[in-house]
């Protein structure tokens, strides 16, 4: 019988439930499950609809067995930051408000009164932005102090759907570190900045290493879904789960996860916590077997997947990054401006952006997407000029995982604008990274190099390379 494992990967737009198996060394996958995700504005913030999130992992655990194909273990990976906040039963505190949500602003201020930003990343080396775990509770703290008064753990969003699944809490490394609130060196919470902040100190729970098993299911879902199976604690952040995915690793590679997010570094076995780190705002986000994964959040995707969703949402993504493709406009814009987090329209403010400096404005749909790309690309060229000069290495190439795998245009503009070659696939690396933790736990693979030879093996990856070369 196939020893099948399920993949959950749940990110802003959409999840998917995904299985995966060895068949002769090489991993198959089969998508059996997708549904849409969203922030939605509930009780006047941008929130996450938990209750609706969770009917949708049952779905697709259900759709597993009207299959045949019931796995050997699960496991679900989100994106980072985001939690909720559990009282002494068990039950939601409040709503799982979203990255995107404007609460926070200001909060960054209110943290500094208690300890300085460079202070912050020396300890943590995580770099500052707005949405950080840290100055989330930061605003529960100073406007809902009720809230984080009641609340008897805290829960990043994949270890609450653990939990609704097993009943048991338990916190995972990758994720808590996305927080702000570990200490890099000793890769576990760093109590001190959260006493020195307020928080209560009792809501973070043990951190466990991906690849741990959680346990089966609670009689209630066993009776649902019809099956039982073991819950895997994979690495639960999305991105430390596609580093997994990153094919047949070598140490001179520089990454690029390209999904809503791109999220562009190398892996690193020690973090580097020092001020040209900082000044340049990289992080030192954590990763299977306590690997860093030292990486710059550039605004990403996200960008084109507003555009496409405001001018033309029936057009596939490989459509409009042909059409763009054959623009001539030069017009560039600052990807990581905050004025791209949540505009009320994307298109809009593209245009406003480039208006306010005196470049080109783009008027066709093609012609925005043209400018998005290209300053994507150009973004990347600059944050690897840096990264090459922080890490004093000359990487060889750029390897592009995740969605942006597809994005033909994306690849060869950032070929050009490294002057590397740039080799693109898998698309599902979040999927596949996370499955790859699964079959190591339940030692199909004896080791993550191992399962990156395999990874290599199972799927096309294609070459870009820049027109000097």
Not at 323 to 346: G, T, Y
Request: aromatic content about 10%; some cysteine.
């Amino acid at each position: 019988m196939e020893r099948y494992h399920l993949a959950i990967d749940i990110g802003a737009s959409g999840g998917r439930h995904i299985l995966g198996h060895l068949v002769n060394g090489k991993i198959k996958l089969e998508e059996v499950y997708r549904f849409p995700n969203g922030m939605e504005s509930i009780d006047g913030h941008k929130c996450w609809n938990m209750e609706k999130l969770f009917y949708h992992v049952l779905e697709g655990l259900k759709k597993c067995r009207d299959l045949g194909k019931i796995p050997e273990t699960m496991g679900i990976d989100t994106w980072g930051v985001d939690f909720v906040l559990l009282d002494e039963s068990g039950d939601l505190i409040g709503n799982a408000v979203g990255y995107r949500d404007g609460r926070t602003e200001g909060m960054d201020e209110k943290v500094k009164a208690f300890i300085s930003e460079e202070e912050l990343y020396k300890r943590t080396g995580i770099q500052k932005q707005p949405f950080n775990t840290i100055y989330q509770l930061m605003y529960l703290k100073e406007k809902e102090p009720d809230k984080l008064k009641q609340g008897k753990r805290l829960l990043m969003i994949p270890e609450y759907l653990n939990f609704l699944l097993t009943d048991i809490k338990m916190s995972e490394y990758t994720n808590a570190t996305t927080t702000g609130l570990v200490n890099a060196e000793k890769k576990d919470w760093d109590f001190e900045i959260i006493n020195a902040l307020g928080f209560p100190e009792g809501i973070f729970g043990e951190l466990n290493m991906p690849g741990t098993c959680i346990g089966g299911f609670s009689k209630k879902i066993k009776d649902e879904v019809g099956f039982d199976t073991k819950v895997i604690l994979v690495a639960t952040h999305d991105t430390a789960s596609a580093m997994m995915a990153v094919p047949a690793w070598k140490g001179d590679v520089v990454y690029i996860s390209s999904g809503t997010w791109s999220l562009m570094g190398t892996e690193c076995d020690a973090p580097d916590c020092s001020f040209e780190s900082r000044k340049d705002n990289f992080t030192n986000e954590g990763g299977y077997e306590y690997r860093f994964r030292y990486l710059k959040n550039i605004m990403g995707l996200w960008m084109i997947q507003s555009v496409k969703s405001e001018l033309a949402p029936d057009l596939s993504y490989g459509e409009l990054c042909k059409m763009a493709s054959l623009e001539k406009i030069n017009s560039i814009v600052d990807c990581n401006d905050s004025r791209f987090l949540a505009p009320k329209s994307m298109t809009e403010e593209i245009k406003k952006a480039c208006e306010e400096t005196g470049q080109q404005v783009p008027q066709s749909l093609s012609q925005v997407a043209s400018v998005v790309y290209n300053s994507l690309a150009k973004c990347y060229g600059d944050v690897f000029s840096r990264l090459s000069e922080i890490k004093r290495h000359d990487f060889k190439c750029i390897h592009v995982i995740g969605g942006g795998a597809n994005a033909e245009y994306l690849n060869s503009l950032t070929a050009e604008h490294t002057e590397r070659t740039v080799l693109t696939g898998p698309v599902e690396a979040t999927a596949i990274g996370n499955i790859i933790c699964q079959m190591i736990s339940a030692r199909e693979f004896d080791s993550l190099s191992k399962a990156r030879e395999s990874v290599f093996e199972s799927f096309e990856i294609k070459e870009y390379k820049p027109a000097k070369i």
